[in-house]
Antibody, heavy 118, light 108 residues
Framework: QVQLVESGGGVVQPGRSLRLSCAAS????????MHWVRQAPGKGLEWVAV????????SYRGSVKGRFTISRDNSKNTLFLQMNSLTAEDTAVYYC???????????WGQGTLVTVSS | EIVMTQSPATLSVSPGGGATLSCRAS??????LAWYQQKPGQAPRLLIY???TRATGIPARFSGSGSGTEFTLTISSLQSEDFAVYFC??????????FGQGTKVEIK
């Protein structure tokens, strides 16, 4: 069965960096687009970034463009999110999600909490 | 950017009753709409994609309809496990793929 396991969250000071990982199993990772979606405490869902199956295409929400980088290693079935210049507004649970046939999210990880605080 | 608006924010329903949740897109998204269910402390779960296709393992009491800018998620005969927050999401053409703000279905 499909499994997505995020790691790398934690408490970080404003302006610092953090790198999230998502280990995928149970499907052919190299043939699906992947996303990061976040949820601030007590708030709704917010799409963050997408990467194509081969890594050739990336897109980001405006508020993270230029600060976050999504990448993947298909040889290791792993998705990444490099987050730089973090602010308090980036505090959230970050989920990795697998694309379905189109860009809806048919499987989700359990999430990893990122807290940006001094 | 396409903005998704859900209504109502909260819906109070008795167990065994029915619920109708609405989602409106600011521009036409054809049928490129998904619905998710989220319970406290859990990741969201895909319920519906393509506006009306149930995801694998989703009970038939969940149904979706609509196209263009107006969409509906209907839950018939609510079970205890259905009380949760429901989000719609568009995936029309290019990002950003916006979510609605959510509808909480609570026990009446």
């Amino acid at each position: 069965q499909v499994q997505l396991v995020e790691s790398g969250g934690g408490v970080v000071q404003p302006g610092r960096s953090l790198r999230l990982s998502c280990a995928a199993s149970g499907f052919t990772f190299s043939t699906y687009g992947m996303h990061w979606v976040r949820q601030a405490p007590g708030k709704g869902l917010e799409w963050v970034a997408v990467i194509s199956y081969d890594g050739d295409y990336e897109s980001y929400r405006g508020s993270v463009k230029g600060r976050f980088t999504i990448s993947r290693d298909n040889s290791k079935n792993t998705l990444f999110l490099q987050m730089n210049s973090l602010t308090a507004e980036d505090t959230a649970v970050y989920y990795c999600a697998k694309s379905g046939d189109f860009n809806y999210f048919d499987h989700w990880g359990q999430g990893t909490l990122v807290t940006v605080s001094s | 950017e396409i903005v998704m608006t859900q209504s109502p924010a909260t819906l109070s329903v008795s167990p065994g009753g029915g619920a109708t949740l609405s989602c409106r897109a600011s521009h036409s998204i054809s049928r490129n709409l998904a619905w998710y269910q989220q319970k406290p402390g859990q990741a969201p779960r895909l319920l519906i994609y393509g506006a009306s296709t149930r995801a694998t393992g989703i009970p038939a009491r969940f149904s979706g309809s609509g196209s263009g800018t107006e969409f509906t998620l209907t839950i018939s005969s609510l079970q205890s496990e259905d009380f949760a927050v429901y989000f719609c999401q568009h995936y029309n053409n290019w990002p950003p793929y916006a979510f609605g703000q959510g509808t909480k279905v609570e026990i009446k």
